[in-house]
């Protein structure tokens, strides 16, 4: 109830935010005639990127048989819902006049010819998100609908016993009805995988299609689905250290998924960093001197202490994971996903700002600094986020119940049984008379 209040006070804040946007007008913002995207469009790539790790988890992982991700899947299915949701707010509070948002839509129009126009990556944005969305919402239905029955056998008011008969939809438990779930998810897990490349790549072309200096550069779709996955990882990490331990999932979410989170984790902040050393490479390597300006300016102009924020937060940070109490160290792990977040943010200001703050012409050269409503938007679009998962954690089931009981070993007396060296959550019960199973058990093996 407490980290509800203080998220519900952070949403006030974003409709007071809002509210001053519409009724005034983009004037609030910070922005100015040379930057014209700043805070708002890194708070929108950043939002997409988190929103990455959740179809990541449930669709690829999925597909590759990996059984480690059936206790976060779910949890990391309803975090890409409301992280798309925060995102999509951006552009839509960036038009200025969101009113005619259906422009962008290829409709009828009585006054002329006024069509979408498709060439641009703006469009593309549209038609990618809205997709990815939607899929996502039907991908993380699609799991709940077994967990809702078993809620619905089990609920004892009856405005709960409705709700979750007519969440459920008739689910009984039969073998047809497990065969079509299986059928449906794989194939929502086959039209998934390639939304995970395809929407951040296409968030990236709206950068690097133009001709920006720091922005025209074929590196940038690979590089920002790598940072979509880094942030999007360690976001599911910060929310399901804490669900772990309110919840008393200690059992389920073991620590084998936290290391092997980490080192996905670390995988993908490995590759952003080949990323911002293969951009300087070809800055230098291409003998444009705009291009070189540009990352120089990066490193040592006015907001050099962003860029080095993010070259720590995202590339030396992450390297800590290759050491092994680390990397099974809650508090460690915890403390480390807010700083790759925080790093994520940065590489977004710093991608978006010091581009369009100097360009070709020194002349038109100006600085950016947020107003009161860029930053109430923002910490606004973090108290909708954690005041819709706070909710989500309350009423639905935040592990896959489902699924994570059919990878667990039982016993004929004790029910399900948990092995491996915890003392401080472990049942040590000989699996004697269980079903054998590829369980989610945490090895932490102690030298």
């Given at each position: 109830m407490a980290a509800l209040a203080v998220a519900l006070f952070f949403l006030g804040i974003f409709f007071y935010s809002v509210y001053r946007t519409l009724w005034?007008?983009?004037g609030e913002w910070g922005l100015n005639k040379t930057v014209g995207w700043a805070w708002d469009i890194t708070n929108f790539v950043w939002w997409v990127g988190i929103g990455h790790a959740g179809t990541l988890i449930?669709?690829?992982l999925l597909l590759f048989r990996q059984k480690w991700r059936t206790s976060i899947n779910r949890a990391a299915e309803a975090m890409t819902i409301f992280a798309v949701i925060c995102a999509a707010m951006f552009p839509v509070l960036h038009m200025g006049r969101p009113w005619l948002a259906f422009y962008v839509f290829p409709l009828q129009?009585?006054?002329?010819?006024?069509?979408?126009?498709?060439?641009?990556?703006?469009?593309?944005?549209?038609?990618?998100?809205?997709t990815y969305f939607t899929v996502s919402l039907v991908f993380w239905y699609t799991g709940l609908v077994p967990d809702f029955a078993t809620i619905r056998d089990r609920a004892k008011g009856p405005i709960a016993k409705v709700t979750y008969s007519l969440l459920s939809m008739g689910w009984k438990g039969s073998a047809k009805h497990w065969s079509r779930y299986e059928t449906v998810s794989l194939i929502l897990a086959g039209v998934s995988t390639p939304l995970?490349?395809?929407?951040?790549?296409?968030v990236s072309m709206d950068f690097a299609t133009s001709v920006v200096p720091g922005w025209h550069t074929t590196i940038f779709p690979p590089y920002f689905v790598a940072g979509a996955i880094f942030s999007g990882f360690a976001m599911v990490l910060t929310l399901m250290l804490i669900t772990r331990v309110v919840?008393?999932?200690?059992?389920?979410?073991?620590?084998?998924?936290?290391?092997l989170m980490n080192?996905?984790?670390?995988?993908?902040?490995s590759i952003v960093g080949v990323a911002y050393i293969t951009e300087f490479f070809i800055a230098w390597y291409s003998?444009?001197?705009f291009e070189q300006y540009a990352f120089i300016n990066r490193a040592t102009g006015p907001y050099w202490w962003a860029y080095w924020s993010m070259m720590t937060c995202n590339v030396i940070t992450p390297q800590l994971v290759w050491i092994?109490?680390?990397?099974?160290?809650?508090?460690?792990?915890?403390i480390l996903s807010i700083i790759v977040n925080i790093g994520m943010w940065f590489e977004r200001f710093v991608i978006i700002v010091t581009s369009l703050h100097r360009d070709y012409l020194p002349s038109s050269w100006a600085m950016f600094s947020p107003s009161w409503i860029d930053i109430g938007i923002y910490v606004g679009t973090l108290g909708l986020f954690f005041t819709l998962f706070l909710l989500f954690a309350k009423f639905f089931p935040v592990i896959n119940m489902a699924e994570v009981k059919s990878v667990l070993k039982y016993t004929v007396d004790n029910g399900p049984t948990y092995t491996g060296h915890d003392p401080h959550h472990a049942v040590h019960q000989p699996a004697t008379h269980g079903v054998p199973a590829s369980a989610p058990v945490n090895h932490d093996k102690h030298d």
């Open positions: 005034y007008g983009i449930s669709a690829v129009n009585t006054l002329g010819s006024l069509w979408a126009n498709f060439n641009s990556p703006l469009l593309w944005d549209v038609f990618a998100i809205s995970v490349l395809s929407v951040h790549t296409i919840f008393k999932l200690e059992d389920y979410i073991t620590l084998e998924h936290i290391a080192k996905i984790m670390m995988i993908t902040g003998q444009v001197e092994r109490r680390i990397r099974y160290s809650i508090p460690a792990t915890f």
